[in-house]
T-cell receptor
């Protein structure tokens, strides 16, 4: 299953609402996770089951969607949210990631 | 606290072999599926291999199937990745990652190591 994220880069300002997209080449139901990766750091699980926040993830991060279309929304962008965001499907093996969206200033 | 510490990386010539290790602590290795995920320099994440918590199911990406083998030593709380017939496209930072679910399979990852860098070059 090919995962496609858009846009590749998003230029925003702190305080803005941000919407990132992830599309699957076939239905993955709700078997979709989102990760955040900051420069020089390991990925951090944000969302699983398309919309469930992982432990310790702030409420400003929200996930939605099902089947082939998914969205990660950051309601009010904080300075620490500038990072690359990846989606990952786990409906079918091999597990696959999207190419990432870089959120930059 | 959960810790994953990879080792074994380095520079290797094409066609050669390398074994990566992931020393785990803070949880029971035999209770979790475990995975290897790689990231080529400046690129995205690429799932490589996974192993069930029972240890009886192993699965691989098409790009490494037949060349890489995932295994573990419960007594040492360590996960391994045996990498044979290495090619330049295998150059990446290799992470071990823990499945989020205990005693089951989620296939997404809540803890990651810091990674070990493999460079395949002549």
């Amino acid at each position: 299953i090919v995962m496609t994220q858009s846009p590749a880069t998003l230029s925003v300002s702190p305080g803005e609402r941000v919407t990132l997209s992830c599309r699957a080449s076939q239905s993955v139901s709700s078997d979709l996770a989102w990760y955040q990766q900051k420069p020089g750091q390991t990925p951090r699980l944000l969302i699983y089951g398309a919309s469930t926040r992982a432990t310790g993830i702030p409420a400003r991060f929200g996930g939605s969607g099902s089947a082939t279309e998914f969205t990660l929304t950051i309601s009010t962008l904080q300075s620490e949210d500038f990072a690359v965001y990846y989606c990952q499907q786990y409906s079918n093996r091999p597990l696959t990631f999207g190419g990432g969206t870089k959120v930059e200033i | 606290q959960v810790q994953l510490v990879e080792s074994g990386g380095g520079v290797v010539q094409p066609g050669r072999s390398l074994r990566l290790s992931c020393a785990t602590s803070g949880f029971i290795l035999s209770s979790y599926d475990m995975h290897w995920v790689r990231q080529a320099p400046g690129k995205g994440l690429d799932w490589v291999a996974g192993m069930s918590f029972e240890g009886d199911t192993k699965y691989y990406s098409e790009s490494v199937k037949g060349r890489f083998t995932i295994s573990r030593d419960i007594s040492k709380s360590t996960l391994y990745l045996q990498m044979n017939s290495l090619i330049p496209e295998d150059t990446a930072l290799y992470y071990c990652a823990r499945d989020r679910c205990s005693g089951g399979t989620c296939d997404y990852f809540d803890y990651w190591g810091q990674g070990t860098l493999i460079t395949v070059s002549s």
